[in-house]
């Protein structure tokens, strides 16, 4: 079956580092690939996604690329800011399943000022 | 647009008791699924939808019913509660748009089962 696997956390950075959440696939279809965040106390909500290869998502300053040659879809942002802080999901669906979704473990994100 | 609303938002039920998790949605979505959130684990899916009177099971459905009479509704219920059911649970509806399918989630029901 499909499958995501993304780097284990928690991940803790200075305001205005980089940041990379990396995100690898398996999947027998063709999926599309999704981040997104959950804030403390709420419910998860799209920050980006992809829908083919070479495809480049981006919101808030965060992007990430879809590579079908590495099955990867890592999640990247310049310069964080507190407010950045939060889990982050990657996850991939595609037409067969939907409302399925398949999701990552998440990674924690802490920013420090 | 209210999107994805669930109650209650918070629950504590004692073993053995039988409740009701209420989501709805008014985007005229037609896939809605329940999903359950354990620290270190995601998100694993416990029953879906892909219309009214369609639902079928997910990943980890023992211990859970859902029905979808409406397009709007899709309540979750738990039969006889156990400690392993204390979880966070959000309720997800989507569409597809070409072959892209994205989810909108509701702000999720933290319940404990003593």
């Known amino acids: 079956g499909d499958s995501v696997t993304q780097m284990e956390g928690p991940v803790t950075l200075s305001e205005e580092a980089f940041l990379t959440i990396n995100c690898t696939y398996t999947a027998t279809g063709y999926p599309s690939l999704f981040w997104y965040v959950q804030y403390p106390g709420e419910g998860l909500q799209l920050l980006l996604k992809a829908t083919k290869a070479d495809d480049k998502g981006s919101n808030k300053g965060f992007e990430a690329t879809y590579r079908k040659e590495t099955t990867s879809f890592h999640l990247e942002k310049g310069s964080v800011q507190v407010s950045d802080s939060a889990v982050y999901f990657c996850?991939?669906?595609?037409?067969?399943?939907?409302?399925?979704?398949?999701f990552g473990d998440g990674t924690t994100l802490t920013v420090k000022p | 647009n209210a999107g994805v609303t669930q109650t209650p938002k918070f629950q504590v039920l004692k073993t053995g008791q039988s409740m009701t998790l209420q989501c709805a949605q008014d985007?005229?979505?037609?896939?809605m699924s329940w999903y359950r959130q354990d620290p270190g684990m995601g998100l694993r899916l416990i029953h879906y939808?892909?219309?009214?009177?369609?639902?079928d099971q997910g990943e980890v459905p023992n211990g859970y019913n859902v029905s979808r009479s409406t397009t709007e509704d899709f309540p979750l219920r738990l039969l006889s509660a156990a400690p392993s059911q204390t979880s966070v649970y959000f309720c997800?509806?989507?569409?597809?748009?070409?072959?892209?399918?994205?989810?909108?989630f509701g702000p999720g029901t933290r319940l404990t089962v003593l």
């Open positions: 939808s892909v219309g009214a009177g369609i639902t």
């Open positions: 997800a509806s989507s569409y597809l748009q070409g072959s892209t399918d994205t989810q909108y």
């Open positions: 985007m005229n979505h037609e896939y």
């Open positions: 996850a991939l669906s595609d037409r067969t399943n939907a409302g399925k979704s398949t």
